[in-house]
């Protein structure tokens, strides 16, 4: 990629950053120079924009893995990567979201396809808190990654239907990755009811901003704990068909040099499909966060004040 790192200043001590509104509802455009010079300062200006617009963008970057190891332990601990392919020993931490093969092998994961709707990693019992991922190489005008803003969608609801889904739970199946590709060691799904995978509230309560959200993952094999399996189908299909709404949606159009950092306790996103024969390679850290709660209001409200 052609480094425009030297032409850009580095942000003084005294400097705000400059945030700039992507859509209506989230995601935001940050400039703080190269993020490889952030001061304690910068970065607490960059957590607090991140909290506020769910998913940030960073133009004009240049990350190895260590950069982007840095980079991502200023958010906290990193999630267990479970991820072998093309791993760097160096850096374990850091995985490979490539369609790249080299001698037969490929470089990373989740090839070329669409990824459907998804929260990363929503079917572990510890979930990730964020997700950064740096753009090393990708084809312009094409695999597009697509965000959904988590809040707005519960905010929509209507109220009766917000209310019932407080009291529920939803089991996220850990079969099937959000390419559609079958986990090792799985055996194909014959039973919802009975598959593997976390079960989490159906609504939470994000535990820094209190605010309320949709916890969804994927809606593959998901079920709704409880209920008959033709009534979750039915209740699924409802909120998914009320979710999926263009007014709740950013789409992402990857430069080489991009940085994006995006809340999975907020926002669930998708990938779409691109040409095999075009070349993507981006390097990915998750930052790990804590089971998913929900708290009713008043608990919620005492926490934050």
Known sequence: MANSQNSRPKPSRDRTISVTPLSRTFAADIDAGDLRELTDAHFAQIRRAWLEHHVLRFRDQDFANGDITAFGRRFGEFQPNIVERGRDAAYPQVSFISNLVANGRPLGMLGDG?????????????????????????????????????????????RDLARRLEGLSLKHDSTYDSAGERRPGHGDVVDVTASPGAIHPLVITHPET??????????????????????????????????????????????????????????LHRRTPFDSKARRMLRRVCITGGRPRYEPDGASAARLH
Do not use: C, M
Not at 222 to 245: F, H, K
């Open 114 to 158: 669409e990824l459907v709707w998804h929260t990363d990693q929503s079917s572990f019992e510890i979930v990730p808190s964020a997700t950064i991922l740096f753009a090393v190489e990708v084809p312009i005008g094409q695999g597009y990654t697509e965000f959904l803003n988590a809040h707005a969608a519960f905010d929509a609801l209507p």
């Open 210 to 267: 209190g605010r309320k959200a949709l916890y969804l993952g994927r809606r593959p094999y998901a079920y709704v704990v409880g209920l008959p399996v033709a009534e979750s189908e039915a209740l699924l299909d409802d909120i998914w068909a009320r979710t999926v709404r263009p007014e709740f949606v950013w789409r992402q159009e990857w430069r080489p040099g991009d940085v994006l950092v995006w809340d999975n306790r907020s926002v």
